[in-house]
């Protein structure tokens, strides 16, 4: 694990999409989610194979409607399958009673929401802290400090006392990403993080996820916005419950190299106005 989060750390900045040979983290067959609301029947996800090896960065992608939030409700372990079977670290989920949901979630798993979820009226560091409260696994954590850290690894370590009220979206969100961090999770599952935010924004938070990717964790997103998605290091693209693509990201950007240069277009525009 040491070797393989040092190695990825050396792979920083670099935009090429390189083979991930990491074990399999997620492994659905035949991954079917049907709603049963009134007298009609809903099959959000209908037959999904998909395999997630340590160490990648997928995004998701797919009309409204097409079933990416059920997806991800499952791989997180909120929600169960109808049929089909969902493997997470070689564990069958669906097998699984509802606390040993909780507790795989809670040491595993690190959730972003589009609308970051945080709690208002509360400290970033209280924000944060908060899941380690909740943990039964028996860890010996000193959640303060953990906090503390979390928040340092997101860039806020001067934002700890502030309230969400009082941060920027970007700033929230990057609240919301420690929060996923505090337990230490193998993998970060983000629903359209970065649907809330400007572009300029949003790229800024992708620096962020493909830092937590370069340190080996496994991060999966959905997106709308390709712009996004060529963040990432492979695409799956679904419709009607389907996948119906799933390819590598040629081409992939460093969120951080147009985050660089954004600021010195802005440079030059600011520079022209004086002139
Ligand atoms: N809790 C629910 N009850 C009934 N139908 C649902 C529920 N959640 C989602 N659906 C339906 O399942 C399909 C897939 O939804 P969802 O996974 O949210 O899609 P996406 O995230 O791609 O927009 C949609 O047709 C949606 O209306
Ligand atoms: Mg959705």
């Given at each position: 694990m040491t070797t393989l989060r040092a190695s990825r750390a050396a792979d920083?900045?670099?935009a090429s999409v390189s083979t991930d040979a990491g074990d399999v983290v997620i492994r659905t067959t035949g991954l079917t989610r049907v709603y049963a609301t009134g007298r009609t029947e809903v099959r959000a996800l209908d037959g999904v194979d998909v395999s997630v090896r340590e160490g990648e960065f997928v995004a998701v992608m797919g009309?409204?409607?097409?079933?990416k939030s059920t997806l991800m409700n499952i791989l997180g372990c909120l929600d169960k399958p109808t049929a089909g079977s969902y493997e997470l670290d070689g564990i069958r989920?669906?097998?699984?009673d509802k606390n040993a949901l909780a507790e795989i979630r809670n040491q595993r798993i690190g959730f972003v929401f589009q609308s970051f979820n945080l709690l208002a009226r509360t400290a970033a560091i209280d924000n944060v802290e908060l899941p380690l409260l909740y943990d039964r696994s028996g860890r010996k954590i000193d959640s303060r400090k953990a906090a503390a850290e979390a928040l340092e690894r997101v860039g806020l370590a001067d934002r700890m006392d502030h309230e969400p009220s009082e941060m920027s979206g970007g700033e929230q969100q990057r609240v919301a990403i420690a929060r996923a961090l505090v337990g230490q999770p193998s993998l970060i599952l983000a629903d359209e993080p970065t649907g809330n935010l400007d572009s300029r924004t949003s790229v800024d938070v992708m620096t962020l996820f493909q830092d937590l990717n370069d340190q080996g964790i496994t991060v999966i997103i959905v997106t709308h916005e390709p712009e996004i998605a060529r963040y990432c290091k492979r695409i799956i693209r679904m419709r009607d419950g389907r996948v119906i693509v799933d390819e590598p990201v040629r081409d992939r950007r460093c969120a951080r190299d147009d985050l660089e240069r954004l600021a010195y277009l802005d440079e030059q525009n600011v520079a022209e106005v004086a002139v």
């Open positions: 920083r900045g670099i009309a409204s409607g097409s079933g989920v669906e097998e699984l």
